[in-house]
């Protein structure tokens, strides 16, 4: 198995940050169709994929790379380098993503003497940050404002599971084969590499729509990333209310009791909303006043969720004639 050995203050200093070319590195993933696909990116590719083919449709160069780049197992790692500080735009990151030089993007190929032909040209950091651009620009770019919501609220999730129950509860099957093993150690996967000692370094934590998610490092500014999927009800971005719902309650007040069919505390609201704490709370009261919601606390949390009252509600909005399909 791969483990990297943590230092304690590593592991004290480290964040959770969103990461625009994490997620479209995740969707390039989806496109070059070698690695498993979670439920929202089969929604996004049903949706893009299209426009991606016509686009790139006898492309020489892209159906090459995906295959080299992004292939079970591997990721070239100048496409996955940590950000540099928390925040970075997306310009930021793909300035860093072109400027790799073209031997070293070869060799993050990890293919050897066997690069296809068409990757040997001087110019390959150049043509996958154009094809990374345009992916994110015209197919991720539209969608990003609710996505990035979407992490927002699962970083707020896994920081207070981080405060009742440690790194241990946050880490464990935070992705695929990846658990903490105590003493520093971090499993990463269950392949036989060689252990990673992560010392003095700067460690991140990137929630993408990837089934999988992946690992990077920059070893130059000795920092580390481990992207991993966003946890799977907050990852379904479809909790949008009907149109009676939103004429009866008012859209956001609807837009909460949709939301509310899993617990959550009134940061994830606003995180998910976009909306501010003292708005989402006014609705919130509203609900509970209505006996749409009720509320339980959690360690330190109130989380707030939809009562049998709420449930039914939603089920008539969802009804023509807003009447249920037993009642006849």
């Given at each position: 198995?791969?483990?990297?050995?943590?230092?304690?203050?590593?592991?004290?200093?480290?964040?959770?940050?969103?990461?625009?070319?994490?997620?479209?590195?995740?969707?390039?993933?989806?496109?070059?169709?070698?690695?498993?696909?979670?439920?929202?990116?089969?929604?996004?590719?049903?949706?893009?994929?299209?426009?991606?083919?016509?686009?790139?449709?006898?492309?020489?160069?892209?159906?090459?790379?995906?295959?080299a780049a992004i292939r079970p197992g591997w990721i070239a790692d100048?496409?996955?380098?940590?950000?540099?500080?928390?925040?970075?735009?997306?310009?930021?990151?793909?300035?860093?993503?072109?400027?790799?030089?073209?031997?070293?993007?070869?060799?993050?190929?990890?293919?050897?003497?066997?690069?296809?032909?068409?990757?040997?040209?001087?110019?390959?950091?150049?043509?996958?940050?154009?094809?990374?651009?345009?992916?994110?620009?015209?197919?991720?770019?539209?969608?990003?404002?609710?996505?990035?919501?979407?992490?927002?609220?699962?970083?707020?999730?896994?920081?207070?599971?981080?405060?009742?129950?440690?790194?241990?509860?946050?880490?464990?099957?935070?992705?695929?084969?990846?658990?903490?093993?105590?003493?520093?150690?971090?499993?990463?996967?269950?392949?036989?590499?060689?252990?990673?000692?992560?010392?003095?370094?700067?460690?991140?934590?990137?929630?993408?729509?990837?089934a999988r998610g992946w690992v990077g490092w920059d070893e130059a500014?000795?920092s580390y990333s481990v992207i991993y999927p966003c946890t799977g009800?907050?990852?379904?971005?479809?909790?949008?209310?009907?149109?009676?719902?939103?004429?009866?309650?008012?859209?956001?007040?609807?837009?909460?009791?949709?939301?509310?069919?899993?617990?959550?505390?009134?940061?994830?609201?606003?995180?998910?909303?976009?909306?501010?704490?003292?708005?989402?709370?006014?609705?919130?009261?509203?609900?509970?006043?209505?006996?749409?919601?009720?509320?339980?606390?959690?360690?330190?949390?109130?989380?707030?969720?939809?009562?049998?009252?709420?449930?039914?509600?939603?089920?008539?909005?969802?009804?023509?004639?807003?009447?249920?399909?037993?009642?006849?």
């Amino acid at each position: 198995m791969g483990f990297w050995q943590i230092g304690t203050d590593v592991l004290a200093g480290s964040r959770f940050v969103v990461s625009p070319l994490a997620e479209t590195v995740a969707c390039l993933s989806a496109l070059g169709g070698q690695h498993a696909v979670s439920a929202p990116q089969r929604e996004w590719l049903a949706a893009h994929r299209p426009a991606f083919d016509a686009h790139y449709v006898g492309d020489p160069f892209v159906r090459p790379f995906l295959r080299a780049a992004i292939r079970p197992g591997w990721i070239a790692d100048f496409l996955v380098t940590p950000p540099q500080t928390p925040g970075e735009t997306f310009q930021t990151e793909l300035a860093r993503l072109r400027a790799t030089p073209p031997a070293l993007a070869q060799e993050h190929l990890g293919l050897g003497d066997a690069v296809p032909d068409v990757l040997r040209a001087g110019d390959i950091a150049d043509r996958a940050a154009d094809l990374v651009e345009f992916v994110w620009s015209q197919l991720v770019l539209p969608g990003w404002p609710r996505l990035r919501r979407v992490f927002e609220a699962d970083i707020v999730s896994r920081t207070d599971r981080l405060s009742t129950g440690g790194w241990a509860a946050v880490l464990d099957g935070m992705r695929p084969g990846m658990r903490w093993l105590g003493d520093g150690r971090l499993q990463i996967n269950t392949y036989d590499y060689a252990p990673l000692d992560v010392t003095d370094a700067a460690l991140l934590f990137i929630p993408t729509t990837a089934a999988r998610g992946w690992v990077g490092w920059d070893e130059a500014a000795t920092s580390y990333s481990v992207i991993y999927p966003c946890t799977g009800w907050l990852a379904d971005t479809g909790a949008t209310p009907t149109d009676a719902l939103a004429r009866l309650l008012g859209p956001l007040r609807a837009t909460v009791l949709t939301l509310l069919a899993a617990p959550l505390s009134t940061t994830q609201l606003v995180a998910l909303t976009g909306t501010a704490l003292g708005s989402v709370g006014g609705h919130l009261r509203v609900l509970l006043d209505a006996g749409l919601v009720t509320r339980r606390r959690s360690g330190r949390s109130v989380l707030y969720y939809r009562t049998p009252t709420g449930d039914a509600l939603l089920a008539a909005a969802k009804t023509p004639g807003g009447r249920s399909h037993a009642s006849g």
